[in-house]
Structure formats: C-alpha cells, structure tokens
C-alpha cells in the first residue's frame, strides 16, 4: 500500500529550519504556520520546555538553540489565541479541546493546565479531504461505502491516520450516493461541502454537549449516513450500535489496534448479562473493521500505512456470536478474495516490498514469535 496521507519526495527532502538562536514567538499561529511549512503532524509548546513538533512520527526540538518557554510565556500564548468561552472553560475544567480555525489553515488545539503551567498541543489538519486512490487505499475498501446499514469501524492508535481513512470514506459517499449525512466530532477536523450528498457537521462542546447526546438527536434528523468520530462510552456505542440495525450507515472510530481486540473493546463495555445480545446485535449488523498503524519508511522519508481489514462473513458472523474473537486472525488468511488481510501479512509485504525494516515489522507486529520466523531475524 502506499505512503498514508503522502507528502511528496520533495517535500520530504526539505530540511528544517537552522539552528540558529530563537526567541519565543509572538503567536501560536506563527509556530503554526511553521509546521504547515514543513509537513508536521503535532506542535507542542509547553512551559520549561523548548518549542517542538512531531515530524514524520519523531517528536524533535523545533530549534536546537530556541529559548525554553516560561510560565509566562505560555500564559501569553494562550491568552492570545483563547476566545472569551474557550478561556472561561480552561478556568472551571483546567483543560480545553477545540477545532482552532485561522485564514491558513485548521488545527485540533488542546490545552491544559499542568504543574509547571500552561501545555498546549496542535494537531495540523490537513484541510483537503484527500480521495481514497490520493491515499492509495485498496478497493476493497469501497464496498464498506456502499451499504445502506450497518456498522463500519475504523480502528488504531492515536496519530494512525483514523480521521484521514474515515474522511476518505465519507469522502467517496459524499460524492457517489445521494442521502444525508450526519458528521458527529470532537471536534471538526475534515470540512466537508455538499457533493451528491446533503452533509451536516456537528461538534461536540459547540453544537451539542455529548457525542451520545448528538446520536439521539441524529436519529430524528432522517440521516442516511452517520459518522460518529469517536465511539468512547457504553451510551455511545450502545447507541450506534442501535442505529446500524435500524437502517443507518454508521462509521466510528476506536482506538484499538487489531480488528479481534476492536470486538473485544465494543463487547467488553456492556455488562455481563447484555453480552450475549449485543454478540448477536454485532454479529447481524458489523460490515467491516479497518485497523491501521503508520510505519517509518525505510528511507526515512515518512510514513507508510499498515492496514488490517476484516470483512463480515457468515464465518465472521459465527464466531462473533460464540465469543471466539480468537479464531478470526484465521478467517481472516482464508478471506484473502474478500480483501481480508491480517496486520501481520500487510506488515511482511511492506518489508518484502522494502518499504520498511525487519526490526519495524517486528515491533508492529500483533504476534511478534511469528513474524521472527517468518523474517528470519
């Protein structure tokens, strides 16, 4: 598969900024505007530390010979970039997470109250919904666009690239079906405009005080198509799971890393005596789990995605209502003409395909015993 979300060759041969000594800027859009530059993932400015970013998945000073930040000037920064509601939440909760739009571009902000002081975090959006050929996302991904119902779950930790394959996603419905669309986020990241489709996006905290709550209301908003950006709490995935059985298509996210431990995690938030219930209410209503993570390239230049995808099948469907999480790696090798790949498997054909060291392969990988023999190391 191709470089998730790729920057250009020659983009990434772009070299960072001199180390030359810097003073601590006057705005948080500066240092902003500065990781768009160089194709970073994350600023991080937090007080006794020297500003940094997260470029290609390394956490790095931005300068080498940059000022450390004080209380102050962390005090100032936020100060100059905080609206009236954002700084009156910061005060009662101690911390803050908002969609921060500027003329350049939109960010994830997160702000929060620590020992030393004010710790602010960004995460650069990258504003064009990119397709899913842009991504190089395989076609078996399309048909999980194409149902009418269900429960599509896109799966990994954080920084893997979920919001990016999910926008993907509703990118293709957006422009090749003709329904209604509900986005539900914390907060928004990917604008969408009306293609084919009707689009509506909410954010969490600003149009709505819970993503369960954004669920109930959405029911009664005659939605084709829901997209709920993280699947948290017990209500919420109670909730969409309800959905997906009466005739909505929904999309969510869950900070799982493989497609049996994504079922785990959904049916291990339900007590005991509901399990077997929603066994059977999963089982009829999944469509498919993508689970992904971002690999170092072995040139150094990136990233390159890693990619699980379990399709549901009567087998799948069985072993989900029996509790056999365990047997679905198995189904999964056997489920190659439906698309189905393993993390493990993408992972060695990435290596084979020298996109990515044996060492990386190894440290990604769900059994690691396996995959040693398997590389040979």
Not at 8 to 13: I, L, M, N, P, R
Not at 332 to 341: F, H, P, R, T, W
Not at 351 to 365: M, Q
Request: glycine share 6%; hydrophobic share 40%.
């Amino acid at each position: 598969m191709s470089e998730e979300y790729a920057e250009h060759q020659e983009e990434h041969e772009q070299e960072a900024p001199p180390a030359e000594r810097v003073h601590t800027l006057g705005h948080v859009d500066e240092y902003l505007r500065l990781g768009q530059e160089y194709h970073c993932s994350d600023i991080h400015l937090a007080t006794s530390s020297k500003p940094m970013w997260r470029r290609f998945g390394q956490l790095q000073t931005i300068w080498e010979n940059a000022d450390v930040l004080t209380k102050a000037d962390c005090e100032r920064l936020v100060n100059g970039f905080l609206g009236e509601k954002e700084m009156r939440r910061l005060k009662e909760r101690g911390d803050i997470d908002f969609a921060y739009a500027t003329p350049f571009g939109r960010f994830r902000a997160s702000v929060v109250k620590q020992r030393l002081g004010y710790d602010m975090v960004f995460r650069i959006i990258n504003t064009n919904v990119r397709t899913m050929a842009d991504l190089g996302l395989p076609n078996s991904l399309k048909p999980l666009t194409q149902y009418h119902n269900g429960l599509v779950l896109v799966t990994g930790s954080v920084g893997s690239g979920k919001s990016t394959t999910l926008a993907a996603l509703m990118n293709e419905i957006n422009h090749e079906r003709n329904d209604h669309i509900i986005t539900l986020e914390d907060p928004i990241e990917y604008v969408f405009e009306s293609a084919s489709c009707h689009v509506n996006q909410r954010e969490v905290h600003t149009h709505t005080e819970s993503f369960a709550a954004a669920l109930r209301g959405a029911l009664r908003e005659d939605p084709d198509v829901i997209m709920v950006g993280e699947m948290r709490d017990l209500e919420t995935i109670s909730l969409a799971i309800t959905a997906s059985e009466t005739g909505h298509l929904v999309l969510g996210t869950l900070h799982t890393g493989s497609a049996a431990r994504t079922l785990d995690r959904v049916l291990d938030v339900f007590p005991t005596d509901q399990r077997d219930q929603i066994r059977i209410m999963v089982s009829e209503s999944l469509r498919g789990i993508v689970s992904q993570q971002l690999v170092p390239r072995a040139d150094g230049n990136g990233r390159v995605l890693a990619m699980e995808l379990l399709v549901n099948t009567p087998a799948v469907a069985n072993c989900i209502r029996e509790g056999k999480t365990f047997m679905l790696p198995g189904i999964m090798q056997i489920g190659k003409a439906l698309g189905m790949i393993t993390m493990d498997d993408s992972l060695k054909d990435l290596y084979a395909a020298g996109l990515v060291t044996a060492e990386d392969a190894l440290f990604r990988a769900i059994d690691q015993e396996q995959m040693r023999k398997d590389l040979k190391i």
